[in-house]
């Protein structure tokens, strides 16, 4: 089993900047990928950062230039650094780690539990 815990979301004003915290933990063998993904009220679930192993981070057009995303591969955590925030930015913050556990052939997706991003003044 894989546990995802996610941290760092709130309230925060209009170009401002927020720091999301994500920790896999669990019989984990091999983990393939980390990411950030949102949700808005009544939209589409959309990506905003990943980094898959030791590849380079992948965006979403609107995250680039304002979001930077890292990884401590060691200790399996991903941060999310969010600059000149605005409402759009509101959403669910959601953390998806690809990992294969010990005696399974195949990985498999793992979400959190999301955490709450509210830019507002």
């Known amino acids: 089993q894989v546990h995802i815990v996610e941290s760092g979301g709130g309230l925060v004003q209009p170009g401002g900047s927020q720091r999301l915290s994500c920790l896999a933990s669990g019989n984990i063998d091999s983990i393939y990928s980390m990411g950030w993904y949102r949700q808005a009220p009544g939209k589409e679930r959309e990506l905003v950062a990943r980094?898959?192993?030791?590849?380079?981070?992948d965006y979403g057009d609107f995250a680039k230039g304002r979001f930077t995303v890292s990884r401590d591969h060691d200790k399996n955590i991903i941060y999310l650094q969010m600059n000149e925030l605005n409402p759009e930015d509101t959403a669910v913050y959601f953390c998806l780690t690809i990992a294969r556990v010990f005696g399974t052939p195949l990985p498999r997706n793992y979400w959190g539990q999301g955490t709450q991003v509210t830019v507002s003044s």
């Open positions: 980094i898959a192993n030791r590849d380079s981070p």
